[in-house]
Structure formats: C-alpha cells, structure tokens
C-alpha cells in the first residue's frame, strides 16, 4: 500500500469517481485502486527528532565557530577531517542519493570539504589563491558527483565553476562591450586550458544524468566561456554578430532539441546586447550603431515570433517580452514618443496573436 498526502488522495478520488460516472470503470474497480492507497499521516515524533538534531548540530557548530581560534590547530584539521568523513557515512546509511536526506548529507560534506580548503590554507600560511582553493574544490565536487551520480552535486559544481572562471578572467563579459579589436592570437583564445576542461568535465557528468537544469547551466556556462574568449579573439561586436547568426541557424535543426534550444538561447541572450548602440563598436559599425542596433532588434523580434510559430511559444515569448521590456527603459528611435511606441507593438503583437491562434485552430 502507498501512502500519498491527503490533497493527492482527495484528487486522485475524485477523478476515479469521474470515471465511474463516466462509465469506464464500475464501482468495484474504483474501491480496489483506492485500496492501494492511503493517506500519509503526519509523524510529528519524526519531525520533532529531525528539528532536534539540526538543532544540535547547529548549536555544537555555533560552539565550535566560538571557539575556533582557542583551538589548537590538529583539532581544527580533526573537526573538518570528523565532519567531512560523518557527512559521508551519513549519506551512505541514509539511502544515497535515492532519499533527500542522503543528498543533503553528501551535499554538506562538499561544503565541508571546500569550507576546511579555506581555513586549512589560512591556518597554515599555505601560499594560494583564492581561484586555487575553488580549483580543488570543485575538482572534489566533480569527482564526487561522477561516483555518486548525484544531480545536487553537478548544481553545486557548476555554481563552483562560474566563480573560479569568473576569477580566473575566462571569462570576461565586459569584452564583449570594450574590446573592439582583437587582442589575443588564435593560439591564446585556449588560454586557460584549465577552464575548456573543466567544460568538457561537466558536461560528462551531465552526460551521466541528463537533468534539465544541469544541462540549461552547463550551456549557460559554455555560451560565456566562448563569447569571452571570441571577444579578445576578434572584437566585442563580430563576436556577437557571429554568435547571433549562428544561434540562428542552430535554432533551424529540428533533428537535435537540444541543439535547437542552444541556439535559440544564443540568438535572444546575444541578439538582446546587440540592441544597444554601445555594444556597436569599431570604426565602421559605430558610425552607425543606431540604426544597426534597431534593424538588428527587428530580425530578433521577427525570428523569435517564427520560432513561437514553429512550437518554442516560451522561449519566443520571453525575449520578445525583454526586447519591448529593453526599450521600455530607452528612448524609441529617438523620435517616436514611448506611448505611440509601445501601442503599435501592441497592436502588432495582437494581430500576431489572434493570427497564429486561428491558424491553429
């Protein structure tokens, strides 16, 4: 018998009673499937157990966080060593990674990991950097979330990686607005190795589990690395010019979703920039960054609404959103007032609506 929460029961009954209205199942057939399900009670001694613990966790952490400089500095190394190791034992006798106590558990030992590289390395004076301590530490997180599978590790492993690339100069969002001409060979557009395999790393690791999210960050990730690094290859705006025409034409390969979605994540989040007459630099393309920012917010806008037509309604539909949100912050042409501005995309983005409903209908 499974239990379910009471709400799950309630809906569950009432829809087996719609088909015993409806004549698809008889009465009998109804009692025997709500016979397979019971109402989860709420175990309050287990709750108060829980609350208790995390209390006394966190008071012998408050306690020790006290204390910590009064400590001798072997019995600090033996709390994160003790912790780390109990957080994993926990993990293992908790179910793993199938219950949500066994994530936490492992998830607190990463923490507890990479937390100890901090104060191990000040406690002893150990030369590093700050993009050092988080290099071991996501090396740790990666590894781990290889053995263990563990989707909540990949999540943390990739927030990991946006600060050490970030602090690592690998990446570099600025370029893509103040560098006009190339600054960099070829050669150095892989400079840092380091971060092109840590990429490549957590995209085997998504490769193991295949979530949603994970997948949504790791291009996130990869959209930035390659933008930054393109910037000091060839200039902020042919860096961008390249990636919306090729968000473009990725967003055409129906063969591959997920190529599909890459792209049209590169032409609303690149197309988007290019909206803005400063990201329009170098001795041609800033002569005429206006005009070139406003042609290029139409393209955007006229593929996005092909894009709805062709069954991407979300994603259309939110950069358009940001593209009239863009503007609503900016002047409309320079001459056209806000208030005529707004009403005529209103009046296109209606028609365009009852236009696509119709034709599906």
């Keep these: 018998m499974l239990s379910i929460r009471k709400k799950d029961y309630d809906f ?3 829809e087996i009673n719609s088909w015993v209205d409806d004549e698809i199942i008889n009465s009998e057939q109804a009692e025997k499937i709500l016979s397979l399900y019971e109402i989860k009670a709420r175990n309050l001694p287990k709750v108060l157990l829980t609350a208790g613990g995390i209390l006394l966790f966190l008071g012998f952490v408050s306690f ?6 009064e400590l001798n500095k072997i019995f600090r190394v033996c709390i994160i060593s003790s912790g780390y190791l109990i957080s994993l034992a926990s993990y293992i006798f908790s179910g793993k990674s199938e219950t949500k106590t066994g994530k936490s558990f492992l998830l607190l030992a990463s923490v507890i990991f990479g937390s100890g590289i901090f104060l191990i390395t000040r406690m002893y004076d150990i030369k590093m950097t700050f993009a050092g301590v988080l290099g071991w530490w996501v090396i740790q997180v990666i590894l781990t979330a290889l053995i263990t599978r563990d989707l909540w590790q990949i999540y943390l492993a990739q927030i990991i990686a946006l600060i050490w690339m970030n602090d690592t100069e690998a990446i570099n969002f600025w370029a893509l607005q103040f560098v006009r001409t190339a600054r960099v060979s070829l050669i150095e557009f892989f400079s840092p190795l380091s971060a092109f395999a840590l990429i490549i790393t957590l ?19 990869t959209l930035l690395l390659l933008a930054s690094r393109m910037s000091l290859c060839f200039g902020g705006t042919l860096t961008l010019i390249i990636l919306v025409i090729s968000g473009a034409s990725m967003s055409f390969i129906s063969r591959w979703p997920d190529m599909e979605n890459l792209g049209l994540l590169m032409l609303g ?3 988007l920039l290019l909206t803005w007459p400063e990201f329009w630099r170098g001795e041609f ?14 393209i955007v806008a006229v593929l996005m609404i092909i ?15 940001m593209l009239v949100c863009r503007y609503f912050f900016d002047h409309l042409f320079g001459y056209i007032p806000k208030a005529w ?9 209606l028609f365009a609506g009852i236009y696509f409903y119709r034709k599906k209908s």
């Design 12 to 14: 569950l009954s009432g």
């Design 64 to 69: 020790i966080a006290a204390n910590w400089h």
């Design 203 to 221: 995209w085997l690791a998504w490769n193991l589990i295949h979530d949603r999210i994970a997948f949504i960050m790791n291009m996130f990730l």
């Design 269 to 271: 989040l690149f197309g």
């Design 285 to 298: 393309f800033a002569s005429y960054g206006k005009i070139f920012a406003v042609i290029n917010a139409l």
């Design 307 to 321: 894009n709805i037509y062709r069954g991407h309604s979300a994603v259309g539909i939110t950069f358009c959103v």
């Design 341 to 349: 501005g707004f009403t005529l995309t209103g009046i296109i983005f």
